[in-house]
């Protein structure tokens, strides 16, 4: 699925933040979401790629997307 066609219910952005604080902003936010809705998360840490596909694997959530965007940050679309 490629990110035009994503619609996300929330954005988070995580931009500038080092581990954990990335992933600890994704948990708090994923709390407060219903399922069936897309969190999309900006992130410039490179831990993230693997934190964030990790513990929305463990989570039973689904990673529908994550990009490369062109201004040097990745996107991550989760949904809940």
């Known amino acids: 699925m490629s990110e035009e066609n994503i619609k996300s219910d929330k ?15 994704v948990k708090k936010e994923l709390k407060g979401m219903k399922s069936g809705q897309i969190l999309e998360v900006l992130g410039t840490d490179p831990g993230s790629k693997t934190d964030i596909p990790n513990f929305v694997r463990k989570r039973g959530s689904q990673l529908i997307d994550l990009t490369e965007d062109a201004e040097g940050f990745t996107r991550y679309y989760i949904k809940i």
């Open 11 to 25: 954005i988070l952005d995580t931009r500038g933040l080092t581990c954990p604080m990335p992933l600890l902003k």
